[in-house]
């Protein structure tokens, strides 16, 4: 979400450490930001979290959700709203790629009909970011950014072989 107590640590953040850094960058810039942590119980937690969304959309600039699901529960919560803020989607991978089941890679249906649902989804928000080629591919035409998922190279750079086997008690 867009808007938010910038001093205010979201529950849970601790799980999803790329994001938590993403959250944390964006903050430090002055960005206040609401996270709406999807935990809860498996098959009902988006649903629990659609009157927060809700009440949200009336305050935020800017809906960032992460992954199909979310952006389905952005996208539906906000359909009766007058203020509609800006809309982003992640996708993740398996959202647009699909689940396999087997080691050929075929998908299940239900898998099938999740992918073409987020294919739709993918024409509702102003802005789509995959992870990789293959992803913009499975959208097109859709417009898309693609934005790998990265690794920070101030926290994780190369050391010398012998001195991580040290920190890591591992024999040489």
Not at 43 to 68: C, N
Not at 116 to 139: C, F, G, H, T, Y
């Amino acid at each position: 979400m867009g808007h938010g107590r910038p001093d205010k640590q979201p529950p849970g953040i601790i799980t999803m450490a790329p994001g938590a850094r993403q959250i944390e960058s964006l903050r430090r810039l002055g960005v206040a930001i609401e996270v709406v942590d999807m935990q809860g119980i498996p098959k009902l937690k988006y649903l629990q979290k659609m009157p927060r969304i809700r009440r949200l959309l009336g305050e935020a600039d800017l809906v960032h959700a992460h992954f199909g699901f979310c952006g389905w529960l952005a996208h539906l919560s906000g359909l009766l709203k007058r203020k509609k803020p800006g809309f982003v989607i992640s996708f993740m991978g398996s959202d647009l790629l699909g689940t396999p089941v087997n080691h050929e890679g075929d998908l299940a249906w239900l898998s099938k009909l999740l992918v073409r649902a987020n294919k739709r989804l993918a024409l509702k928000p102003d802005e789509v970011i995959v992870k990789s080629r293959q992803m913009a591919e499975v959208i097109a035409p859709v417009g898309c950014t693609v934005i790998p998922n990265g690794v920070d190279t101030e926290r994780f750079h190369p050391i010398n072989r012998s001195k991580a086997r040290v920190m890591l008690e591992l024999p040489s």
